[in-house]
């Protein structure tokens, strides 16, 4: 005997339902069919105006929103046709390909692009290392008031401007007699004469990412500390019943259930690794071009520092970097979805 059966969907009605039937045991669930209440009454959308109009309340908050996003994102996007023009001082010409042409002929962009990746990439997988071990560290904390002020502590850096932070370290490691770094390796015996940390080629990388994971560190634990506080304690007593020791316990424990976050994070910063211009603006000059220039001050040096500058060339390399973005967030939208199940986008 087939009886009809009635399957509730949740539709924004409590009593729609569509008619099924069962096909060799699996139930087939009709598509396109209208719904009806329980009495068998169909139910008819209101009209589009009418539906506006009923909601326009809503509508009127999100008008300055709206105008806001319009004006500030989308109205200078119609400067990318500028990317196809000489844009100068004196007149604008249109020259097609030109710039893109010359751009990718450049070594010294070449150069600032792969700076660009280089740094973010390096400067990422840094700072995610370091936010990994310190939360780890909090975590396994047993004092409370010790572990609050030690948060405290290493999220306070990361409020203070990049100007500030550059200012600091650049005294810090002065070659004059106030930089406290090269004085103290001199009391101790360890070098004779001063080394000018920020203005070395081979150093300035290095003082960059020590500057990062100084400033960032505490804020990129947040989501891990958030992470560890979802950990089953049962794992822990499990381990411990099976005599691990402390260091066995994170291992085997702490790492794994901390691996997907870590991947995550990855991943959703990847998309920005081309967003770099503040944190190295502030710290390089003119002697270390070679190792700190990126995408963005070369943009700014060319736009801002040129006799005569062609702002058609300016706007292709910006438009370049911008698609180069937008892949890496298509790509990253797609790991994403392999990882988690679902994408950034």
């Known amino acids: ?30 598509k396109k069919q209208k719904l009806t209440t329980s009495t068998g009454r169909p139910i008819q959308k209101k009209p589009l105006g009418k ?27 119609l400067g990318i046709r500028y990317s196809f023009y000489d844009y100068t001082l004196k007149k604008i010409e249109f020259v097609g390909l030109k710039h893109f042409q010359k751009m990718f002929s450049e070594k010294e962009f070449w150069k600032a692009f792969t700076n660009t990746l280089v740094l973010s990439v390096t400067k990422l997988f840094i700072t995610t290392a370091a936010s990994v071990i310190v939360s780890v560290f909090i975590n396994e904390m047993a004092n409370l008031f010790a572990k609050k002020v030690l948060q405290t502590v290493i999220y306070l850096p990361h409020f203070m401007s990049w100007t500030v932070t550059a200012a600091i370290f650049t005294l810090f490691l002065s070659t004059s007699s106030t930089g406290f770094v090269n004085e103290t390796l001199k ?32 804020w990129g634990t947040v989501i891990f500390l958030a992470t560890l506080a979802g950990i089953n304690p049962e794992l822990y007593e499990a381990a411990d019943i099976d005599g691990a020791t402390r260091l066995q316990r994170i291992w085997y424990v702490t790492v794994p259930e901390l691996a997907n976050t870590i991947i995550i994070v990855l991943i959703l910063n990847l998309a920005k690794v081309l967003n770099l211009f503040e944190s190295v603006f502030v710290m390089y000059n003119n002697r270390v071009f070679e190792v700190s220039d990126v995408i963005s001050t070369y943009i700014y040096r060319k736009t801002f520092l040129t006799a005569i500058p062609n702002y058609g060339y300016t706007t292709a390399v910006g438009l370049f970097k911008s698609l180069v973005g937008c892949f890496l967030v298509i790509v990253c939208n797609w790991a994403s979805k392999k990882v988690r199940g679902r994408g950034i986008l």
Not at 1 to 30: D, E, F, S, Y
Not at 199 to 218: D, M, P
């Open 51 to 77: 539906r506006i109009w009923n909601n326009r309340g809503f509508y009127l908050m999100f008008i300055p929103v709206l105008v806001y996003v319009l004006i500030v994102y989308y109205w200078p996007m």
């Open 1 to 30: 005997m087939i009886t009809t059966h009635m399957l509730v969907i949740p539709c924004g009605h409590p009593c729609a339902r569509v008619p099924t039937q069962p096909l060799n045991g699996v139930i087939l669930i009709a």
């Open 187 to 218: 009391n101790w015996g360890w070098i004779k004469e001063s080394i000018d940390f920020m203005h070395e080629t081979s150093l300035w990388r290095i003082v960059y990412y020590l500057v990062n994971i100084w400033k960032e560190t505490g």
